[in-house]
């Protein structure tokens, strides 16, 4: 149980283009539309490495592996901490690698084929910056439940604990 706790954040950060307000509650800052979208084509820059405007599917795979390298690292980083603290009042019963073994492996459940075409408009198997912006900009206006453009704490509350 503890296991499925810890990776729950992980997981969530391998779907594709969720984390800018899953990572929102974490902070409690209110969220402004207008850097909303700076950080979504910020993102996009970052995936779109030859900087054609276009993320390919290359570009993708590769940013599915990138998130997926740091979703293992934090993981193994957590495990590695928790493991300390269980040591404390145990000794040497479980080892590391015992215990690393016991994780469920990690690995994203979309290709990057699927992962673009989840958001490719227009069907050219490609990402457009527009088209990487407009799931995302629709979460945005669900969850901006007064439509002011600016996401708050409360909004971010009331959007992910009740309908
Ligand atoms: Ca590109
Ligand atoms: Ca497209
Ligand atoms: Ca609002």
């Known amino acids: 149980m503890t296991t499925r706790l810890l990776l729950a954040p992980a997981v969530a950060m391998l779907a594709f283009g969720s984390s800018a307000i899953a990572?929102?509650?974490?902070?409690?800052?209110?969220?402004?539309?207008a850097?909303?979208?700076?950080?979504?084509d910020?993102?996009?820059?970052?995936?779109?490495?030859?900087?054609?405007?276009?993320i390919s599917k290359e570009e993708m795979a590769a940013e599915q592996q990138r998130q997926l390298q740091q979703a293992k690292t934090k993981i193994a980083q957590q495990l590695q901490a928790k493991f300390k603290q269980l040591d404390t009042n145990k000794d040497g019963q479980l080892s590391v690698q015992e215990f690393m073994a016991a994780t469920p492996a990690i690995?994203?459940?979309e290709s990057p084929e699927q992962?673009?075409?989840?958001v490719d408009a227009n069907k050219d198997?490609?990402?457009?910056?527009?088209?990487?912006?407009?799931?995302?900009?629709?979460?945005?206006?669900r969850v901006d439940a007064n439509h002011d453009g600016v996401v708050t704490?409360?909004?971010?509350?009331?959007a992910?604990?009740?309908k």
């Open 23 to 33: 990572q929102a509650p974490a902070q409690p800052k209110p969220v402004q539309r």
């Open 153 to 158: 704490p409360d909004e971010i509350r009331r």
């Open 160 to 162: 992910a604990g009740g």
């Open 107 to 109: 690995r994203t459940t």
């Open 125 to 141: 198997g490609k990402v457009s910056a527009d088209e990487f912006r407009a799931p995302e900009l629709a979460k945005f206006n």
């Open 115 to 118: 992962m673009i075409a989840r």
């Open 35 to 40: 850097d909303f979208i700076r950080t979504l």
């Open 42 to 54: 910020g993102r996009f820059n970052a995936i779109d490495a030859n900087h054609d405007g276009r």
